[in-house]
């Protein structure tokens, strides 16, 4: 029982995730927060699983996953930057 612990740890942040994202639909760095915790989720998951089957690959897979998720916040950050310096607030 033990040893399944991540993956609940997994499920309880996916559905922090998507909680997160529905609820805060007008605050864009909510939600870009919230698909964080999303894709974090998914890469423990996947991780988890890679442990659990002796698989390479998928921890490979994993950390492209952990690899995209930090791009997607940087993009999104700098789009928000941009944005705002154009409004001038």
Known sequence: ???????????????????????????????????EIILLAVSVMILFFSWQFNDVLAEVFGLY??????????????IMIAYFKIRKI
């Open 1 to 35: 029982m033990c040893e399944y612990i991540n993956m609940d740890l997994a499920l309880i942040l996916f559905g922090l995730g998507v909680i997160g994202f529905i609820f805060n639909r007008n605050n864009l760095i909510l939600m870009i927060i919230s698909i």
């Open 65 to 78: 996953i952990i690899a995209v998720a930090g791009a997607e916040s940087a993009i999104g950050l700098a």
